[in-house]
């Protein structure tokens, strides 16, 4: 699985436990290990330029996902096709107040936007209610099953 992290925000991110997580998602999703993903940390300068460019909404956001060969989560008997499955664009500078909010570590929600991003690669959107709830179920599950083998 090549997973590339590449920071260019400034901030003091931990980019090996979210290529960790991102291996993580990818192998509970059976993404095929030559699966390709690339993700991006940027200031939140950068991440609004991107947010304005693609969802045509101003300011910064905490996670943009851009597909590419639109792959799609293995089944039982199989993973997915090899091919790039995208970008996830991270800004630590959202994270760090959506964090604070919700009370836990800015690495946690770090992770977190890391899973909700390769979600989205894979497919999944949360744009109906029911939608939502499977979406941020795996979504929940996933996150607390890398943190529990973490600890």
């Known amino acids: 699985m090549s ?4 920071n ?4 003091g991110v931990d980019e090996r436990a979210l290529a960790d997580c991102a291996r993580w998602v990818l192998d509970e999703m059976r993404v095929h290990p030559q699966a390709e993903l690339s993700l991006l940390v940027v200031d939140p300068a ?3 330029a991107l947010h304005e460019q693609w ?6 956001t905490d996670v943009l ?4 060969d639109e792959l799609r989560p293995g089944g039982d008997d199989a993973t997915s096709p090899p091919g790039l499955l995208g970008d996830v664009v991270l800004c630590p500078e959202v994270a760090a107040e959506q964090a604070a909010e919700a009370g836990h570590p800015v690495e946690e929600e770090l992770l977190l936007l890391t899973t909700h991003g390769i979600l989205h ?3 999944y959107d949360h ?3 029911g939608e939502e709830r499977e979406m941020f179920d795996l979504q929940r599950r996933l996150l607390a099953t890398f943190l529990a083998r973490r600890s």
Not at 3 to 6: A, H, L, S, Y
Not at 8 to 11: D, L, N, T, V
């Open 127 to 129: 744009a109906d209610p």
């Open 65 to 68: 996902s851009f597909p590419m």
């Open 8 to 11: 260019e925000s400034g901030a």
């Open 55 to 60: 969802m045509d909404e101003p300011g910064p």
């Open 46 to 48: 950068a991440m609004s």
């Open 3 to 6: 997973v590339e992290v590449v």
């Open 121 to 123: 690669l894979l497919g």
